[in-house]
Structure formats: structure tokens, C-alpha cells
């Protein structure tokens, strides 16, 4: 059974920057290398929506809103799969959910981002 486990949230300020972390379980290195792996985030009263997404080829995808500030990267060694995010927004406060597609969707439980002064 695969599980994706998110860490890195937390408070803080406009302009700041925060980490994310998504480490896999319950998969290969060799399998975990070929998912599609991605970030997506939801506001309160708002849609989820596409963060960043990183394929196994290294391509990525960006939300438009963050493009720019936020960069996806992955370390296929360590199964897991990173967010970097840069001169943060009040806007960007959400939870922010992983992502990994192979064959079935599998979703993190969430961890919960804080942009304010």
C-alpha cells in the first residue's frame, strides 16, 4: 500500500519562504522513480487546485500563480518529492495535499501552509 506523507507547513510571514516534503512508502525506488508525482493545494471555500507537477523525465508544471516563486524537485533515492516555495503570499494559505499517479491516484493527508504577518 502506498502512502505519501507530507511535512514542512507551518506559519509563516509574507515574503517568507517554506520547504515541503512528501516521502513515499510502501513502493520501489524503481517504481516511485516512473510516478508522476505533484503538489496541489486547497483554500478554504476554494477548489484544489494544481500547485506544481514533476514527471519522471524531470518535466515540470506550474500553477500560474506561483510560477516563479515555487519549484518543484524530486530525489528519486530518498522517494521523495519536494516544494520550495519562495516570496510567499498571504494567497498561498491553504493545505497542501501531495500527489503521486502510476496506474491508480495517491494522496497525502495534508499539511497545512500559514502566509501572515
Known amino acids: 500500500q502506498v502512502q505519501l506523507v507530507e511535512s514542512g507547513g507551518g506559519l509563516v510571514q509574507p515574503g517568507g519562504s517554506l520547504r515541503l516534503s512528501c516521502a513515499a512508502s510502501g513502493v520501489s525506488g524503481t517504481i516511485f522513480s516512473i510516478f508522476v508525482m505533484g503538489w496541489y493545494r486547497q483554500a478554504p471555500g476554494k477548489q484544489r487546485e494544481l500547485v506544481a507537477e514533476?514527471?519522471?523525465?524531470?518535466?515540470?508544471t506550474y500553477g500560474h500563480s506561483v510560477q516563479g516563486r515555487f519549484t518543484i524537485s524530486r530525489d528519486n533515492a530518498k522517494n521523495t518529492v519536494y516544494l520550495q516555495m519562495n516570496s510567499l503570499k498571504p494567497e498561498d494559505t491553504a493545505s497542501y495535499y501531495c500527489?503521486?499517479?502510476?496506474?491508480?491516484?495517491?494522496w497525502g493527508q495534508g499539511t497545512q501552509v500559514t502566509v501572515s504577518s
Open positions: 514533476i514527471t519522471r523525465a524531470g518535466t515540470t
Open positions: 500527489h503521486g499517479t502510476f496506474t491508480k491516484d495517491y
